[in-house]
């Protein structure tokens, strides 16, 4: 039986550590449900979520999660304000 070098000891390690990683990330994504989402947005809808992630320094992903939230739970209290911020977001 061979002995194992420092060098492959340190492979197997990180192969260790980044197939547990992705353990979690595949079940992290399993229990959530999660989908990746393809969108196309304009320009103008590029710089309206750049000034959001600026303002609440948050990631894009993170960002369109909490808008879309908000939203709904909006649309669920409020609905007439809801359908009047829809209304002004289209003017």
């Known amino acids: ?29 399993a229990a959530i449900a999660a989908e990746f989402v393809k969108l ?9 979520l750049k000034r959001v992630c600026e303002a609440g320094q948050f990631d894009e992903a993170e960002a369109l999660t909490l808008l879309i939230h908000s939203a709904a739970n909006l649309a669920r ?3 007439k304000a809801f359908a009047a911020m829809v209304e002004k977001g289209k003017a």
């Not at 990180?14 to 992705?22: D, G, K, L, V, Y």
Request: aromatic content about 0%; glycine content about 4%.
């Open 1 to 29: 039986m061979t002995q194992e070098t420092p060098a492959d000891r340190k492979r197997r390690l990180a192969r260790n550590r980044q197939q547990a990683r992705r353990d979690r990330i595949k079940a992290r994504r």
């Open 40 to 48: 196309e947005m304009g320009a103008g809808t590029r710089a309206a």
């Open 77 to 79: 209290r409020a609905p």
